[in-house]
């Protein structure tokens, strides 16, 4: 582009020094060759950048699209599986009894379930949030077919089957599928693991003290705050491949 503007003013400078060449010297020659080149040089400059940003703007959304392509190509099941979990991990979490379950990943796909409750927070985030307890099913490992449902405090389900568990399939993905992984995606990642480490989400057992969290008091609207970015990427994880 940078040539093409430098070939362009030569070429113009030219035709006007021949003008003068063949028509000989006006007082107004040179003001009018000056003025005439300055506003070429101008509008070409405008349409060089111009163009510039468009070429540009189509070898991103074109390298984007190769990029998604390669992508979902390869990981299409590995990027559902993923969206799945966190998506269950999170519903759990937020609303204290597990996510609904659904026989084929095509209709947990179409599900809005996630939606509405990340939309809904302050049906679920209350000031008992901390006190009440989750609603558990725990599969028997010797016998898959036998489970049984048990309660549990807000501290041990954070660790144990939120924070813990979401971290683990992050990073386990991004470990295993980098050089793969859309821009788009390994932002939404890094959006939660870093929304995960704000201080919201602190326990006592992180800092080795044993407390009795339920009687603290939760700054409700950070936490909605919070869960709403996490709830969103999650989203954003699990429309990539719809």
Do not use: C, W
């Amino acid at each position: 582009m940078l040539l093409l503007l430098i070939a362009t003013v030569l070429t113009i400078i030219t035709l006007n020094l021949m003008q003068y060449y063949f028509f000989g010297f006006e007082k107004y020659f040179f003001e009018g060759m000056l003025l005439n080149l300055i506003s070429e040089v101008i509008v070409l400059i405008a349409t060089v950048f111009i163009l510039e940003r468009l070429i540009k703007k189509h070898h991103i959304r074109m390298t984007k699209q190769e990029e998604s392509k390669k992508y979902l190509t390869n990981l299409s099941s590995k990027h559902d599986s993923l969206a799945a979990k966190l998506e269950q991990a999170y519903i759990h979490y937020v609303t204290k009894d597990p996510a609904e379950f659904y026989p084929d990943d095509e209709r947990r796909k179409r599900s809005k379930r996630l939606v509405e409750v990340v939309d809904d927070l302050d049906s679920f985030i209350t000031d008992d949030f901390l006190r009440r307890e989750y609603n558990v099913i725990i599969v028997n490992p010797y016998y898959p077919t036998q489970a049984q449902n048990v309660s549990m405090e807000y501290e041990r389900f954070f660790i144990t089957q939120f924070r813990n568990k979401i971290l683990e399939y992050t990073e386990a993905f991004t470990r295993r599928y980098m050089v793969l992984i859309p821009e788009e995606i390994l932002i939404s990642i890094f959006l939660i693991e870093d929304t995960l480490n704000d201080p919201i989400f602190a326990v006592p057992s992180d800092h080795g003290l044993k407390i009795d969290i339920s009687t603290a008091d939760l700054d409700i609207e950070h936490m909605k705050t919070k869960l709403k970015i996490i709830g969103e990427e999650i989203i954003n994880i699990k429309e990539y491949n719809l």
